[in-house]
């Protein structure tokens, strides 16, 4: 059967899982990180908690990683898989990250995903407190009202990009060769050198031509690696 490439989360996780997912990428959560999962899934289901599940916590962890490590974002992979989201209030905010970040170019387009008025954070008493301390300076413009001091910006609350390179092999990669498909495929050949191509483009999001690509590159090194003196 031939590799059917698809840009949408597989699975959009929630609970225990999720809290495992945002720690494996360097998000200081008291739980135990559940390995090297993907980037751009957890990035996406954290907004599902943070604006369909109000939870403001989450929401503001979020922010802060995306301040410390949009740079090693795989920008196209996050954009295809936000415009499937149908929740108006999940496509707002990465609407307002778009306009946020958007000296980071690569994230523009985030901000046509939303086109219509602009979402109260809150559900309730966004208004009054806007009225009271005025809007969060990060979201001035935005798709996205949000009263300043309700999401918190605390650096502690996430991982520096060293540490969290030395964490997550996929992100490691993406500091190594840029926020790419390839580098993401590249994580996965050394976490499992058996994957076939399907596989590999299946799990990185990829196309089977790039995956194809990383495993012939991947066995060359492997091989040349024996060789050496």
Same mark, same amino acid.
């Given at each position: 059967?031939?590799?059917?490439?698809?840009?949408?989360?597989?699975?959009?996780?929630?609970? #225990? *899982?999720?809290?495992?997912?945002?720690? +494996?990428?360097?998000?200081?959560?008291?739980?135990?990180?559940?390995?090297?999962?993907?980037?751009?899934?957890?990035?996406?289901?954290?907004?599902?908690?943070?604006?369909?599940?109000?939870?403001?916590?989450?929401?503001?962890?979020?922010?802060?990683?995306?301040? %410390?490590?949009?740079?090693?974002?795989?920008? #196209? =992979?996050?954009?295809?898989?936000?415009?499937?989201?149908?929740?108006?209030? %999940?496509?707002?905010?990465?609407?307002?990250?778009?306009?946020?970040?958007?000296?980071?170019?690569?994230?523009?387009?985030?901000?046509?995903?939303?086109?219509?008025?602009?979402?109260?954070?809150?559900?309730?008493?966004? *208004?009054?407190?806007?009225?009271?301390?005025?809007?969060?300076?990060?979201?001035?413009?935005?798709?996205?009202?949000?009263?300043?001091?309700?999401?918190?910006?605390?650096?502690?609350?996430?991982?520096?990009?060293?540490?969290?390179?030395?964490?997550?092999?996929?992100?490691?990669?993406?500091?190594?060769?840029?926020?790419?498909?390839? *580098? #993401?495929?590249?994580?996965?050949?050394?976490?499992?050198?058996?994957? +076939?191509? *399907?596989?590999?483009?299946? =799990?990185?999001?990829?196309?089977?031509?790039?995956?194809?690509?990383?495993?012939?590159?991947?066995?060359?090194?492997? #091989?040349? +690696?024996?060789?050496?003196?």
């Amino acid at each position: 059967m031939a590799h059917r490439r698809t840009l949408a989360s597989r699975e959009i996780l929630t609970g #225990d *899982a999720l809290t495992q997912a945002m720690v +494996s990428i360097g998000m200081n959560f008291a739980a135990v990180p559940m390995g090297d999962t993907n980037i751009e899934d957890t990035l996406i289901a954290a907004s599902i908690a943070g604006m369909e599940e109000d939870d403001l916590r989450v929401l503001s962890v979020l922010v802060t990683w995306l301040t %410390v490590h949009h740079a090693w974002l795989n920008a #196209d =992979r996050l954009y295809r898989a936000v415009r499937e989201q149908t929740a108006p209030r %999940v496509r707002a905010f990465w609407a307002a990250v778009g306009r946020w970040l958007q000296k980071d170019r690569r994230l523009v387009r985030l901000a046509q995903l939303h086109d219509g008025d602009r979402v109260d954070l809150l559900r309730t008493g966004t *208004a009054f407190h806007i009225g009271r301390h005025g809007e969060d300076a990060r979201f001035i413009g935005s798709p996205l009202l949000v009263p300043a001091g309700i999401l918190r910006d605390r650096r502690e609350d996430v991982m520096a990009p060293r540490d969290l390179a030395a964490r997550h092999r996929g992100y490691r990669q993406r500091v190594q060769m840029g926020p790419t498909y390839r *580098a #993401d495929m590249w994580a996965a050949m050394e976490g499992d050198p058996l994957l +076939s191509p *399907a596989e590999l483009a299946r =799990r990185a999001y990829g196309s089977f031509a790039t995956a194809w690509q990383v495993k012939r590159d991947f066995a060359c090194l492997r #091989d040349s +690696s024996r060789l050496s003196p």
